[in-house]
């Protein structure tokens, strides 16, 4: 009987990989690694071994595995995750991706290289490893100090920006353009995409999943996310951008949903295979002898990826605010690059745009960094020391101060709060209207013209359909209330303030009166989409008004509800799972099983958590069911969240055991009888980058601060000054009625 080369060359792929892997996990050595050896070994530049037959199906399946690799990345994003990353994070990750970026271009420029080999030199440098800089942190112990906080928020926001690059390095490739005109708008173009498949996915699928719920089981839900998956990939190839941007753009949106855990688990053994089969078809690209001949250009990138990574990394941080030794910590810390350089070295290959030597590159700087980061993380502290007997006593007094000054946030001014209002309205609505406007255009005109032999009857319809479709959001375009206290104060503090506040109005009801402007012109002649522009303002504004306004908020209200379930759900859960009064020194930590754990089926009595570690386990967190108080014969299995109760020391040992993240909520209360309550700093309370002081927390709450949970730092009896950070637990001890108030 034939078997098909291509099975027989996914049975050598995954044979090679699984050997090689499991070599590589002894040796505690990054998998990616692996599994581009593996990949080498196979290859046509080895010998040794059999090598590939079918190249072209082992392509086609390494493309898969791109997809589902950003697809699970998008899954275990957050849009709330990038907005809370704060202000430190985003300046040392823009510093530093803007300075390595154009470093990179100009040293392949100087090593002679074509215009397109440096533009993607620079990209492949621009991220760094989460997988290799975690596995540092781990083995280090040093994965709650503070400055991890600020390496992981920089990782985020180096995800989405090289995922961006992605999208603009496959323009230029395709066009082999840099014209400026060109490049703005196809990032137009790409930002608007964006805001429309963000705004309808997170109005529509949490929706259809949560009616579907009943119906959904393990095998259904994987099917569903994977087609949503693929079919979004096709939405982006056909407006013109990439399959990996659509696969992490749905995703993102599946992250929103209280279904994304359930998800990101199912899809994990899919993206494992796939992911595998992508890296190894990397390594079969591999040609020693070329990195040998270009051996001189990887030592010159490496010194560029460790040294200016570090530089523009720790420069970054300097000016977000931190204090020296912390920059020092964050930019040895990302001085390495990331898998990202290999899909973006392979698509420049794919693309045929760059030479052949960039991939090869890109391999020898990834293997030197991957060996070398353990080592500069550890030797962070040794390099402040000495960087504080070299530098000036003067110069650390000018940083420290304005470090100091940085961390001092004020509260937003009024007009601050009020002109975000109005460009979060004018944009999000006017980027819905473009969308039903090119929706009807592109989609809805045709069709009806398909079937209408009458060309007027035809318009007149795909008209009104349009401005049906409009209506609600040009009503909140033009009317819709924004800050109204804001509004208030800036109103009534000063007869000066009427004037920009009527232009402000009248701007908004001007970019109104030009969208529907537009959508009328492109069906009739200029007067008559005049005259019908100002019909249709008549209507929204005066007749329909009211009823327009309570449609546009249960569509805002139904979005929002989408938009916060999961948060609310998780919420919801801690708040089951945790008990108001906790002595200070114990914590609650959410650990998840890795599925290679040796704590696996065995019942709880026999592993003896309590009398190893110290540990109690509250609760067992498994799919949507969760086991409150599980007795001594439950056993934990793959992946289940187990919430663990013990001291600092004794979570940070048993986190160490079981090799997985941990989620830290701790307060130190000796009197159970004290009214203590926790409140967690978020987007709603709007706490963030505010001091005790200037919040007014006590005062509203009639409660005192005694305590803040940071991360793995605690802070007892926190001074006036201390400013809150997103994710801050606070502790109050007060009027247990005014703090829930405050809460809502």
């Known amino acids: 009987m034939h ?248 995703g993102s949106i ?18 494992d295979l796939f992911g595998a089969i992508f890296f190894v078809s990397v390594g079969m690209l591999i040609n020693p002898e070329m990195i040998i001949q270009y051996r001189w250009p990887v030592l010159w990138v490496t010194l560029l990826t460790v040294f200016g990574k570090f530089l523009s990394t720790a420069v970054g941080a300097l000016l977000s605010g931190r204090p020296l030794k912390e920059s020092v910590q964050v930019g040895m810390s990302m001085a390495q690059v990331g898998e990202f350089a290999f899909i973006i070295a392979t698509l420049g290959v794919t693309l045929g745009v760059t030479s052949n030597f960039l991939f090869p590159v890109a391999v020898g700087v990834s293997a030197i960094t991957t060996f070398t980061t353990p080592y500069m993380i550890r ?48 944009i999000l609505n006017s980027v819905i209207i473009i969308a039903i406007i090119l929706f009807n255009t592109y989609y809805v005109s045709p069709f009806i013209s398909k079937y209408l032999d009458n060309k007027l009857l035809a318009q007149l319809l795909s008209v009104v359909l349009s401005i049906a479709m409009m209506a609600p959001f040009l009503s909140a375009l033009t009317i819709k209330k924004v800050q109204s206290s804001a509004y208030k104060a800036l109103w009534l503090d000063s007869k000066y303030n009427h004037g920009p506040l009527v232009v402000v109005e009248v701007t908004r009801n001007v970019v ?108 067992i967190k498994r799919g949507h069911i969760t086991i409150y108080a599980p007795t001594r014969n439950e056993k934990l299995f793959p992946y289940d969240k187990i919430t663990a109760i013990g001291t600092e020391a004794q979570v940070e040992a048993f986190s160490r055991m079981v090799s997985s993240m941990t989620t830290t909520r701790s307060d130190d209360s000796s009197d159970e009888n004290i009214g203590l309550t926790s409140i967690v700093v978020d987007e709603h309370n709007g706490l963030k980058g505010k001091t005790i002081r200037n919040s007014g927390i006590r005062e509203r709450t009639l409660a005192l601060v005694v305590g803040i949970a940071r991360g793995g730092e605690r802070i007892l009896n926190p001074a006036s000054e201390t400013v809150f950070e997103w994710e801050d637990v606070i502790w109050l001890v007060g009027d247990r009625k005014k703090i829930a108030e405050f809460k809502l």
């Open 512 to 619: 109104a009166v030009l969208l529907v402007g537009f959508m009328l012109n492109r069906f009739f002649p200029f007067w008559w989409a005049l005259l019908g522009t100002l019909l249709v303002m008549l209507i929204v504004l005066l007749v329909l008004r009211q009823q327009l306004q309570k449609f546009y908020n249960r569509i805002e209200h139904r979005f929002l509800s989408n938009l916060n379930a999961r948060e609310n759900a998780d919420a919801a859960a801690k708040k089951k799972q945790s008990a108001d009064l906790l002595p200070w020194d114990a914590q609650v930590t959410e650990i998840e099983i890795d599925p290679w754990s040796t704590l696996i089926d065995i019942p709880l009595e026999q592993l003896g958590l309590r009398e190893q570690y110290g540990i109690n386990i509250g609760s």
């Open 379 to 426: 030797f962070s502290t040794p390099l402040y020391n000495l960087l504080e007997k070299v530098i000036p006593a003067k110069w650390q007094a000018v940083l420290t101060r304005y470090s100091a000054s940085s961390q001092t946030l004020q509260g937003e001014s009024d007009w601050r709060v009020v002109l975000r209002s109005y460009l979060k309205v004018i």
């Open 3 to 250: 078997v098909p080369q291509l099975i027989i060359d996914l049975a050598l792929i995954l044979g090679a990989a699984g050997i090689i892997t499991l070599l590589f996990r002894r040796l505690k050595q990054p998998m990616v690694l692996g599994y581009i050896i593996a990949g080498f070994i196979v290859g046509p530049n080895f010998h040794l071994f059999p090598s590939i037959n079918d190249g072209e199906g082992i392509k086609t399946w390494s493309e898969i595995g791109v997809i589902f690799l950003l697809f699970s990345l998008g899954l275990e994003f957050s849009f709330k995750k990038l907005m809370r990353v704060g202000g430190t994070a985003a300046i040392t990750a823009f510093t530093e991706i803007t300075c390595i970026t154009v470093a990179g271009f100009f040293l392949g420029q100087l090593m002679g290289w074509s215009m397109m080999d440096s533009v993607f030199l620079g990209g492949l440098l621009a991220s760094s490893s989460t997988t290799i800089i975690i596995r540092a942190f781990e083995e280090l112990g040093i994965k709650h100090k503070p400055f991890t906080k600020i390496v992981f928020g920089v990782l985020v926001i180096e995800d989405i920006v090289v995922i961006l690059m992605m999208v603009m390095l496959s323009t230029m490739a395709v066009s082999k353009q840099f014209e400026g005109t060109q490049m703005l708008f196809t990032i137009a173009k790409l930002m608007f995409f964006l805001a429309v498949w963000f705004l309808a996915g997170i109005f529509l699928l949490p929706t259809f999943l949560k009616k579907m719920e009943r119906y959904l089981n393990s095998e259904t839900l994987l099917i569903l996310s994977i087609a949503l998956c693929l079919g979004m990939v096709i939405l982006a190839t056909q407006v013109g951008f990439s399959a990996e941007l659509g696969a992490f753009i749905m």
């Open 254 to 271: 599946i992250a929103e949903t209280t279904s994304s855990e359930k998800v990101e688990h199912l899809i994990q053994p899919v993206k």
